[in-house]
Antibody
Framework: EVQLVETGGGLIQPGGSLRLSCAAS????????MSWVRQAPGKGLEWVSF???????SYADSVKGRFTISRDNSRNTLYLQMNSLRAEDTAVYYC??????WGQGTLVTVSS | DIQMTQSPSSLSASVGDRVTITCQAS??????LNWYQQKPGKVPKLLIY???NLETGVPSRFSGSGSGTDFTFTISSLQPEDIATYYC????????FGGGTKVEIK
């Protein structure tokens, strides 16, 4: 059974950094296209980043240069390193193995 | 970047009504389009993939059609459990979601 469990969210001050983790089971992260999607409170879904099985990555313009997607094959885990956080980054962050498998999400709140 | 214009942003319909949501892409995306359902406080759920393919286990009252730039999502007979927000998503060039359609019961 495919499972995705995100951790690492929390309250962080503007300008701070946070690393989200997405532990996967039931499949191999490195062999799949993986993605991060976020949803600000009361708002719609916004794609953040993806990583292909060959390691190539892409980012939404809103996070480019501040966020980095990566994976640890030995831990079968996907990461999202978030730097220079802003209030507008406040959202629930979902890890996904597109198109059908999503984690439960982890809330990131950027506030002083 | 590809923009996805989804309409309407909300709708109210009666149980048993036919409900239609449209999504227009700013450029040709072939059939690289998915439809998701998200209930309040829940994770998005895939309903339709590749524009017109019904995900396994999803009721047949849900359907999708279209290709190129214009896409349609239909609920043939609205049920109370269909109350949710629906999103289209293109994956032809990066990924973009439509703004969502909130479906309510009249």
């Amino acid at each position: 059974e495919v499972q995705l469990v995100e951790t690492g969210g929390g309250l962080i001050q503007p300008g701070g950094s946070l690393r989200l983790s997405c532990a996967a089971s039931g499949f191999t992260v490195s062999s799949n296209y993986m993605s991060w999607v976020r949803q600000a409170p009361g708002k719609g879904l916004e794609w953040v980043s993806f990583i292909f099985s060959d390691g190539s990555t892409s980012y939404a313009d809103s996070v480019k240069g501040r966020f980095t997607i990566s994976r640890d094959n030995s831990r079968n885990t996907l990461y999202l390193q978030m730097n220079s956080l802003r209030a507008e980054d406040t959202a629930v962050y979902y890890c996904a193995r597109p198109p059908r498998y999503w984690g439960q999400g982890t809330l990131v709140t950027v506030s002083s | 970047d590809i923009q996805m214009t989804q309409s309407p942003s909300s709708l109210s319909a009666s149980v048993g009504d036919r409900v239609t949501i449209t999504c227009q892409a700013s450029q040709d995306i072939s059939n690289y389009l998915n439809w998701y359902q998200q209930k309040p406080g829940k994770v998005p759920k895939l309903l339709i993939y590749d524009a017109s393919n019904l995900e396994t286990g999803v009721p047949s009252r849900f359907s999708g059609s279209g290709s190129g730039t214009d896409f349609t999502f239909t609920i043939s007979s609205l049920q109370p459990e269909d109350i949710a927000t629906y999103y289209c998503q293109q994956y032809d060039n990066l990924v973009t979601f439509g703004g969502g359609t909130k479906v309510e019961i009249k």
